[in-house]
């Protein structure tokens, strides 16, 4: 008969054992059960973002551990971080240099009451490694800023994605979403689109590229906007990783130009954060989505080019509402184009939300008279937000009758 399988330690727990068995516990009145505690309080769970682990919030932060914190001197917090990440690298067969603990994205920026437009993760509790410098030499950062940075990985789908984590977000839930989006049909086989003449995809929040990838992986060429220029720098590194073909336009001179100039095969500007060859499959704006609809328009009726628009992705939480016109307008030339709205909508509240937005496109649609339908075929629950809360993607599909 075959022996069952040892349980394998939790590795964290494992760290925690070692660092106790390590002090002294002249101090500590009922030393097992003291240790007991502080084993039983610690994290079991833990994310690998090569060269970083990421600790769930809340971790340390319970009595027991709060206590021995304050108890204990900096150098022997320090030994228990490093002993940490030697299991968890064991365990991950990966060296790891970073830990950090995960508190979330605040909805204020740092020291204000002003929105965290640009998602920063000021939250973020670093615990042990370098981390890169707190502030960047220059503002908006330089490329000696970004090389001086401490960048991450991970692999979802099939595809790379690439973030500083001082300086950007990283949402792990949307791995769903994602893996949604990739089984959305090739557009050269279901709308006649030709090499020379590729559909589009636009991205009016892209972040460090979270579905700006997944649009160029199924072959699509795309035109995105980013207000965050280290989100835009993850997303470019990605791009490299993946083998993608991405220019950077940004700068007041390079950004008032027309928006056609960046589209043409056979530029090589220098000193624009892109590739440099021409006809990228991703162009990057860092600027405002707000000019999405008007450089959109300008590219449409000047070259032709951004005619078979496949995807819009309105991908911003609470609500992407703001932006429903404008990926309307910039979808009218299109025979056939996929809106993809993200919202947070209460629980008991999602038929609602679809009827309100069915009614709205609905109307834009008969009052205009173009001869565009829209229909919201699918509510995608992506995960809970908050108790009650759902983040919810509607696709809303238009289509020229």
């Excluded at 900096?74 to 030697?86: E, F, Q, V, Y």
């Excluded at 299109?334 to 999602?350: I, P, Q, Y």
Aim: glycine share 8%.
């Amino acid at each position: 008969m075959p022996k069952p399988r040892q349980r394998q330690a939790n590795p964290i727990q494992a760290a925690v054992e070692r660092w106790a068995a390590t002090l002294d516990t002249a101090s500590h009145e009922g030393s097992q059960s003291w240790r007991e505690a502080l084993v039983n309080s610690a994290p079991k769970r833990f994310t690998i973002y090569e060269p970083m682990a990421l600790l769930p919030s809340g971790s340390f932060t319970s009595s027991p551990w709060v206590t021995e914190a304050a108890r204990q001197k900096p150098s022997a917090m320090a030994r228990l971080w490093s002993l940490i990440l030697d299991e968890l690298s064991k365990n991950a067969k990966a060296h790891l240099t970073n830990l950090a603990v995960n508190e979330g994205i605040p909805l204020q920026s740092e020291g204000g009451d002003a929105e965290n437009v640009l998602r920063s993760p000021s939250g973020l509790k670093m615990l042990h490694g370098d981390f890169g410098p707190a502030r960047p030499v220059q503002d908006p950062p330089s490329a000696e800023d970004f090389d001086a940075a401490f960048w991450v990985s991970t692999k979802q789908n099939g595809i790379y994605q690439t973030w500083a984590p001082r300086w950007t977000m990283f949402s792990r839930g949307n791995v769903k979403e994602k893996a949604r989006l990739l089984e959305f049909p090739r557009p050269a086989r279901s709308t006649g689109v030709t090499d020379g003449n590729r559909a589009w995809a636009l991205d009016l929040y892209a972040g460090i590229g979270y579905f700006v990838l997944c649009y160029a992986a199924l072959g699509m060429r795309v035109m995105c906007w980013e207000l965050n220029p280290w989100s835009v720098e993850g997303l470019r590194r990605g791009a490299r990783a993946n083998g993608r073909g991405v220019r950077v336009v940004q700068g007041p001179e390079s950004l008032e130009r027309p928006t056609q100039d960046w589209l043409r095969p056979g530029r090589r500007d220098e000193g624009d954060g892109s590739d440099g060859e021409g006809g990228e499959e991703i162009i990057v704006f860092l600027e405002s989505n707000e000019h999405a609809a008007r450089r959109v328009a300008a590219v449409q009726e000047a070259v032709g080019a951004a005619r078979a628009v496949w995807h819009v992705n309105c991908g911003y939480l609470p609500s992407s509402e703001p932006t429903w016109r404008p990926a309307w307008e910039m979808a009218r030339w299109s025979r056939e184009t996929w809106l993809h709205l993200h919202e947070n909508v209460g629980v008991d509240d999602v038929q609602s939300r679809r009827e309100t937005i069915q009614r709205r496109f609905a109307t834009w649609g008969e009052t205009e008279g173009r001869g565009r339908s829209a229909a919201v075929e699918h509510v995608e629950l992506v995960k809970t937000f908050a108790p009650g809360v759902w983040h919810c993607v509607f696709d809303v599909r238009l289509t020229k009758i």
